[in-house]
């Protein structure tokens, strides 16, 4: 079974937001993970072949 794991990841009224947000395969291989703190979408996508791509885009809008 593939897991995401979506954490908060900006300010949270005085609380630590741990972020790193990630995706991991069936085979408990990381497949792609957000790089710390701060806005971001984490994307997994598998081919046709069953092999998974990964890839963090940093987000610019502040909310």
Do not use: R
Not at 7 to 33: D, F, P, R, Y
Not at 46 to 55: A, D, R
């Amino acid at each position: 079974m593939m897991v995401l794991l979506a954490n908060h990841g900006g300010k949270s009224g005085g609380w630590k937001c741990a972020g790193c947000s990630a995706n991991w395969s069936n085979n408990g291989g990381l497949i792609v993970a957000a790089d710390g703190q701060g806005q971001c979408l984490v994307i997994a996508q598998q081919n046709t072949y069953e092999h998974w791509n990964g890839k963090s885009i940093i987000a610019a809008i502040e909310i």
